[in-house]
């Protein structure tokens, strides 16, 4: 999902998808809608226009949410709003903001101006082993 | 209940898969036929502007290239120039040079990202998968040579931030000559296809006239057979040493005709692609030697050039989707911009839409809207805010000139 980013990363997620780095051989698969999703990837600040259209996809994203959802953040944008931090009109950074809508969202930092490609695939590791030990405890 | 007389809308976006960036567009159907669009723009504002306003010419440097991501280069390189104009700094030869070279490079990254966004709107999977796997090696030159892949925070008043190595070269050169090899390939691939021709040709037509007469401007005002490349119309940095071995590419050049429709487009950005390999091969070839940056201490530059600056400038850069205009002011002794427009291609693109998506089958809505290669996150930047209520709204334009005539008298 796009929240008012500059697409940097988001072309680095299409790389991380194509035969270089080929994401699929892990098993990890783009899907058309939120309603389809494990994982929902986020790059950049969210701004005031989109905030409510992140707050709803973030909701469409089927549960049980404390198991299935990572918010996975890609690039300096969604931990820190990056360069646009003093903008009038951004409602983030991303953490902060999906932390309001759901406290126990799991969330896997990415970072980097644009994140690699090979950086997206570890955060994607990263989110399976919250994943796992969320299902250990329960 | 009887069913809703045509005309239909139909709302894509501001979030959908056949949208990269978030937009949103209000069509209005006659059963399959595109009668009517309206666009929406905005979900991708930052206030990118104003934040230039409130720093210094070497922070906004690297705020200039967040604009976009994927010609990130095009955007930091005119701001470069823009302000070199207004405070009078001039750059080296061999920095014009290393200027062109990552912009020609990113031409390429950014053709061939196209290339494979278009067969993915096409339905053609395979042909995204090709043309990205064939992107990778020139984001390993630009990795060799700017130290990343997408931001590369190369440019810089006065010159560029690094040197190419001798061993760069050399394996830039290969790189290139692969390209070479390929060219035959991909051109095939692209242009004797038959999917390919039954989904592009005559689909999303821009006329002549209507490129001029909406102020189109990059690769789609080129298919439609308009000479319009910043490049060679007004050269800058070494594109004025190049002029007699390279041109503009329009389709009728390659045996193709100039019908402005989706398949002149890929025609253009192919053929671009490869002009800009041969730029590339070229400039390696030319690279005069000396000092890669006219002042190279940064704090001097940046009190004693830039804080004393006064003037203003517009500058002008072919991006690889068209003609991108910074104009910058700046005033002595204020640390920050004083005024900072940015003028991206896709604003002077999306108008064109409207002519293109008449007549369109709601099945070529994604290629259209593709086709033009749009960057929202470069274009979303005015929004009018009520200060009183808080709420947006639209302003009409004789409403704006008659807030700045009464702003110019004092008035409020």
């Given at each position: 999902m796009n929240a008012a980013s500059c697409n940097g990363c988001d072309i680095e997620i299409v790389a991380a998808l194509t035969p270089r780095y080929d994401v699929e051989r892990f098993g990890i698969k783009l899907v058309g809608t939120p309603r389809h999703a494990d994982v929902l990837l986020v790059t950049g600040p969210v701004n005031t226009q989109m905030a409510d259209r992140v707050r709803r996809i973030y909701e469409q994203t089927p549960g049980p949410k404390a198991v299935l959802i990572c918010g996975l953040i890609c690039g300096n944008c969604g931990s820190s709003s990056g360069v646009y931090y003093d903008s009038y009109c951004i409602q983030g950074p991303f953490d902060e903001f999906i932390k309001k809508v759901d406290p126990d969202a799991i969330i896997v930092y990415v970072p980097g101006c644009p994140v690699r490609p090979e950086a997206i695939i570890m955060g994607v590791v990263e989110a399976w082993k919250a994943l796992e030990k969320m299902r250990g405890e329960a | 209940m009887m069913a809703k007389a045509p005309p239909y809308p139909l709302m894509i976006g501001p979030i959908h898969p056949a949208l990269k960036e978030p937009t949103m567009f209000k069509f209005t159907l006659e059963g399959e036929r595109v009668i009517d669009v309206d666009l929406q723009p905005g979900f991708n504002h930052r206030g990118i502007e104003y934040l230039g306003m409130k720093r210094n010419p070497l922070q906004v440097l690297h705020l200039a290239e967040r604009v976009c991501g994927i010609c990130s280069g095009a955007h930091q390189f005119v701001f470069a120039r823009v302000v070199e104009h207004a405070a009078d700094i001039v750059s080296t030869e061999r920095a014009d040079y290393l200027r062109v070279l990552v912009a020609e490079l990113e031409r390429i990254h950014s053709h061939l990202l196209w290339a494979g966004v278009a067969g993915h709107e096409l339905g053609f999977d395979s042909i995204l998968y090709y043309t990205w796997k064939v992107r990778e090696d020139v984001q390993d030159i630009l990795e060799l040579i700017?130290?990343?892949?997408?931001?590369?925070?190369?440019?810089?008043?006065?010159?560029?931030r690094r040197d190419v190595t001798p061993e760069a070269v050399e394996k830039a050169r290969k790189i290139l000559q692969g390209y070479r090899k390929l060219e035959d390939t991909v051109l095939n691939v692209f242009l004797t296809d038959p999917t390919i021709a039954h989904r592009t040709r005559d689909v999303g037509t821009l006329t002549y006239d209507n490129a001029i007469k909406l102020c189109a401007c990059g690769p789609l005002t080129r298919s439609a057979g308009v000479k319009k490349d910043v490049r060679f119309s007004q050269p800058h940095a070494a594109y004025g040493d190049m002029m007699g071995d390279f041109k503009a590419v329009i389709p009728s050049d390659y045996g193709y005709p100039n019908k402005g429709d989706v398949f002149s487009q890929i025609v253009v950005r192919l053929f671009e692609v490869f002009e800009s390999v041969r730029m590339c091969d070229w400039i390696l070839d030319n690279l005069p030697g000396g000092p890669i940056t006219s002042e190279p201490n940064l704090s001097a530059l940046l009190m004693a050039k830039l804080r004393m600056a006064e003037g203003e400038a517009v500058a002008r850069v072919e991006a690889p989707r068209g003609e991108d205009i910074h104009y910058v002011r700046l005033k002595k002794g204020k640390m920050e911009l004083d005024s900072w427009k940015v003028r991206v291609p896709t604003y002077g693109n999306i108008m064109s839409w409207l002519t293109m998506f008449k007549g369109a089958q709601i099945a070529d809505i994604p290629i259209i809207i593709a086709s033009i290669d749009p960057c929202i996150g470069c274009m979303d930047r005015v929004t009018i805010i009520?200060?009183?209520?808080g709420r947006e709204r639209d302003v009409h334009v004789d409403e704006i000139k008659s807030m700045a005539r009464r702003a110019e008298r004092g008035w409020k």
């Open positions: - | 700017c130290g990343n892949r997408v931001n590369y925070s190369y440019y810089i008043f006065g010159g560029v009520d200060s009183e209520t």
